[in-house]
Each structure stands twice: as structure tokens, then as C-alpha cells.
């Protein structure tokens, strides 16, 4: 089975790293969707996310890394596969996941959402945690992948 694992990833970091190993087993094909959302003003470019996900997922063989913008439901499809998988940290992640999920259903009943449920050492880690450490000059070298820390120590110099 062809995942579609999308997000923001601005930046990636171990618990979306964690998803996509784990997925890596589960499924056939895994494909790392960045969100180019014009309206959101990220952190990292798009080309930047794109080679940290590029960097941190070598390893994987059936992983590869693109980026859609406009409707999720209809980039799915046009990756001729119907399932999304997300990740699954506390409660209110729940909320609005199943908002999402509920949403694309209607937009598209073919489509599946998968939801994988997060390591527990990763249940508080965000995007938006780390960059709001890294920020202040903390240490996030064991939030992220080692390119990633790099790059946020250069962004917040
Ligand atoms: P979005 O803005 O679409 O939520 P993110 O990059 O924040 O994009 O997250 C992408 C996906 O990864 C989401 O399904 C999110 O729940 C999941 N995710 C984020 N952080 C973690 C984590 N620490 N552990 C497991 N899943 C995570």
C-alpha cells in the first residue's frame, strides 16, 4: 500500500522521523507530502524542508519526499493511492485530525485516513516547540535530526 504522510514539517523533527520509519515497515511506499501553504509564513523555504526530510530519510528505501499545495484530497488521488497517514500525538491532536480527516472524506469518500499513534519520549515534540527553543539558543540536538539542528543554530544566529 502508497501512504501519503503530509504536513508541514517546518522542521522535521524525531517524531515525524519516528512515523516514517515505523510507517516504512507497514507500508510499501511511503511518500513525504510538504504542504507549500502561500498563506502560512514557515520558518524554512520549501526547498529547505525538502532537503532536511531528504537528509534525515536516506536510509529508507521506499520513503521518497515531494510537496503539493491546494487540496490534500485531490493530491492523493492524482498520487493515484487513497490513504493519508497522520500522526497521533495527545488529545487535541485528536480534535482537529478528526476534523481534517472528516473533512477530506466528505470532499472525497474514497479517501482513507490512517492514524499512526506517537512514541511516548515524542508525545510533546512540535515544530513549534523547537523552534521556539532553538529561538532562545536551547539545545534541541535530541529533538531533531543533526542536519536540522544545524540549520536552526545558523536561522536563530
Ligand atoms: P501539520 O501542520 O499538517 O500538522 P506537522 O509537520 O506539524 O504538520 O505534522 C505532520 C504530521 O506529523 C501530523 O500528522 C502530526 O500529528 C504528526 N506529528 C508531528 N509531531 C509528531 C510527533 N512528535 N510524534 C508523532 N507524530 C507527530
Not at 105 to 117: A, D
Not at 139 to 149: I, L
Request: charged residues 25%; negative net charge; glycine residues 4%.
Amino acid at each position: 500500500m502508497k501512504v501519503i504522510y503530509p504536513g508541514s514539517f517546518d522542521p522535521v523533527t524525531n517524531g515525524h522521523i519516528d512515523i516514517i520509519k515505523r510507517a516504512s515497515v507497514n507500508f510499501e511506499e511511503i511518500v513525504v507530502a510538504i504542504l507549500d501553504n502561500k498563506s502560512k509564513s514557515p520558518l524554512f523555504t520549501l526547498e529547505e524542508r525538502i532537503s532536511m526530510l531528504k537528509d534525515a530519510t536516506s536510509e529508507f528505501e521506499n520513503v521518497t519526499i515531494d510537496s503539493f499545495s491546494g487540496l490534500l484530497v485531490d493530491y492523493v488521488e492524482a498520487m493515484d493511492t487513497n490513504t493519508v497517514l497522520r500522526g497521533l500525538r495527545a488529545i487535541s491532536d485528536y480534535e482537529s485530525e478528526m476534523r481534517n480527516a472528516l473533512a477530506n472524506k466528505s470532499l472525497n469518500n474514497n479517501i482513507e485516513t490512517l492514524f499512526m499513534v506517537s512514541k511516548a519520549e515524542y508525545t510533546f515534540l512540535s515544530s513549534s516547540v523547537v523552534k521556539e527553543i532553538a529561538g532562545f539558543n536551547g539545545d534541541v540536538s535530541n529533538m531533531v535530526p543533526e542536519s536540522v539542528s544545524v540549520k536552526l543554530k545558523n536561522k536563530f544566529r
